[in-house]
């Protein structure tokens, strides 16, 4: 994992060098200043040199003043490296979603990918700039006064040793034990955001249902046991602080008790004893920091799985070694396609589905919810792909072709379609990067949203805010068929597309679809029979099986479930008009 993630340091390998090598610069100025000092007060001041008090306080200015920059550079370098290493991460993350098929994303929730992104990164560059400059300081420092103090007396030395030894079991259990509460306290951050994002996406139903006490309630549940996991995971690390005091205070009184006794039996004088306790507050500090650098990375531990989780996530759906990159016609056939969500044969939401759809046809399919009709669409410009067996477009199986072709081929309006905020014309130009005014009118003209958008004020420059709130649901279904006419398909699919729009234009734009794109094949999903009667041929689809397949005068007399949803329709139907 370490090796993986720090792949992603890149051109900043360098920063990351040179920090550290300022960092111990600046600690090798800083142990040197008080040495220089104990200089001046015992060979100038003591002795009334003033020339040499002047010398050494010279040196020691620049001394300092080498430190301070070494310090600032050190601090500059690690900041380059720590952002930049953040957003190589954060970069290749966000690539490697944009390749995620459907399943992947069915995988993560959008709220867990956003932490992802955001706070899991963040934690990661703190640690990583403090493992470039307190992790070389600290250990760099703790060397340093352990060389000076077993230099200065052996035996007493060993206190610090232990010292050490102690610290570091604590630590260690500390690590292994908080690890999995951090990882809960990122769960239950993916939880947080998820509350957020889905009150903020949805704030208008929240509110037409008057929710809001609801939901605050559900913010409030989400915040409440995050905080109880951090207090959990923070009384866990607070141990360390009373370890290190002990440790400290032991090591002074050990020194004291012991340093008495050998001056005492003058194996040791004052000024070694003085020294080696200023040692050991050296020595411990050094210590402090190194564990306060652990409980952090302990967390970028955590976070950093979870990166690696994404960054390692490969898209199941992969193109072929040498990809087909043209689609011949728009004929489909689905040869004993099985499909579940989760692999699981069990579970296969599509059961032995066979069809042969030639091109050019129209095509309507009718079922009940959940009978699994937008799962069946899905599968031809393989936005998922099947469990068991194989669907053709253009007589070729959809794998062997290059994604973008048969996606450019293949064009789907998706029943929960999206439009992003700009204008009209750059919404439609998602179609088609290139398509002239002209052609956007023309599908406009089609999709029969061309009236519509000649009342606004500003035409096709009109400002479409994010999701399309400032649309009606039928404008916006009609802006979105155009959108998908506009990549001239071979095969459109539309998934309940006209749901929102009023039968008279839904009549409407079905007729234009038989003027003007003859040659393309047009799958129409609709709860209404109106919407597909006309078709060439209809599907009733019922809990994933097809359950008939012909003209909507042969389903009439043959299939059940088709008569009977036409009898329930036009019934409703002459029970609306007579009621009027
Ligand atoms: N992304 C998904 N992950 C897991 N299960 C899913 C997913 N999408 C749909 N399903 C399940 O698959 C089944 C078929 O769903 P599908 O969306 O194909 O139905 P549908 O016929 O389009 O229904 P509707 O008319 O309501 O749009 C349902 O039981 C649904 O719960
Ligand atoms: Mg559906």
């Excluded at 009384?235 to 290190?244: C, S």
């Excluded at 008495?260 to 004052?270: F, G």
């Excluded at 095509?363 to 194989?390: E, F």
Aim: glycine share 6%.
């Amino acid at each position: 994992m370490i090796r993986k993630i720090s792949s992603y340091i890149g051109e900043f390998k360098r920063d990351s060098i040179i920090t550290p090598i300022f960092v111990a610069l600046e600690a090798i100025m800083e142990t040197i200043i008080p040495l220089l000092m104990a200089w001046i007060i015992d060979n100038g001041v003591g002795k009334g040199n003033i020339k040499y008090v002047c010398i050494v306080g010279t040196i020691m200015l620049m001394v300092s003043f080498v430190s301070l920059t070494c310090g600032a550079l050190s601090g500059k370098y690690a900041a380059k490296a720590s952002t930049g290493f953040a957003r190589n991460l954060r970069r290749a993350m966000y690539y490697n979603i944009q390749n995620f098929s459907f399943s992947n994303i069915d995988k993560y929730s959008t709220a867990g990918l956003i932490t992802r992104l955001t706070t899991d990164i963040t934690n990661v560059q703190n640690a990583f700039q403090m493992i470039i400059r307190m992790l070389v300081r600290a250990p760099f420092m703790l060397i340093f006064a352990m060389a000076m103090s077993f230099y200065i007396n052996a035996k007493l030395a060993l206190v610090f040793l232990g010292a050490i030894i102690f610290l570091g079991i604590i630590l260690y259990i500390i690590m292994t034990r908080v690890h999995p509460y951090f990882m809960e306290v990122f769960k239950k951050y993916d939880d947080l955001n998820a509350s957020v994002q889905e009150n903020l996406t949805a704030i208008r139903t929240v509110k037409a249902y008057v929710r809001e006490e609801h939901e605050k309630s559900k913010f409030y549940k989400a915040s409440e046991t995050l905080y109880k996991y951090f207090i959990r995971a923070e009384k866990l690390i607070i141990i360390n602080a009373p370890a290190m005091q002990f440790a400290v205070y032991t090591c002074i009184l050990l020194l004291s008790w012991l340093g008495a006794k050998m001056i005492v039996s003058k194996s040791m004088t004052t000024g070694e004893l003085m020294s080696l306790f200023t040692y050991t507050v050296n020595i411990l500090m050094s210590l402090m920091i190194i564990s306060m650098v652990f409980v952090m990375v302990i967390m970028a531990k955590s976070s950093a799985e979870r990166i690696v989780e994404v960054l390692d996530e490969k898209s199941d759906l992969t193109d072929p070694e040498n990809p087909i990159c043209e689609v011949k016609d728009g004929s489909i056939s689905f040869n004993k396609v099985g499909f579940s969500y989760n692999k699981n044969m069990d579970n296969l939401v599509l059961k032995n589905v066979n069809l042969k759809i030639n091109s050019g046809e129209t095509i309507g399919i009718i079922g009940g919810t959940g009978s699994g009709k937008s799962t069946l669409v899905q599968l031809i410009p393989r936005l998922y792909d099947t469990t068991c067996g194989t669907i053709e477009v253009g007589g070729v199986d959809v794998r062997k072709y290059d994604i973008e072709t048969l996606r450019d081929e293949v064009s789907m309006v998706l029943q929960k379609n999206v439009l992003f905020s700009g204008t009209i014309k750059q919404n439609l130009r998602w179609g088609s990067k290139n398509a002239s005014d002209e052609e956007i009118v023309a599908v406009c003209r089609e999709a029969q949203a061309d009236e519509f958008i000649e009342k606004f004020p500003d035409k096709y420059d009109t400002f479409i805010e994010e999701g399309g709130s400032n649309v009606s649901g039928g404008q916006k279904q009609r802006l979105c068929i155009a959108r998908a006419l506009l990549k001239k398909p071979k095969i459109l699919i539309l998934d309940d597309s006209t749901s929102a729009v009023d039968t008279k234009t839904d009549a409407l734009i079905r007729k234009a679809f038989g003027e003007e794109i003859p040659d393309t094949t047009k799958i129409i999903i609709a709860q209404r029979i109106s919407s597909v009667q006309d078709a060439d041929r209809i599907i009733v689809l019922n809990d994933g099986k097809i359950d008939g397949f012909g003209t909507h005068e042969e389903l009439l007399k043959t299939n059940e479930i088709y008569h009977e949803v036409y009898e329930s329709q036009v019934k409703g139907d002459d029970d609306d008009n007579g009621s009027k």
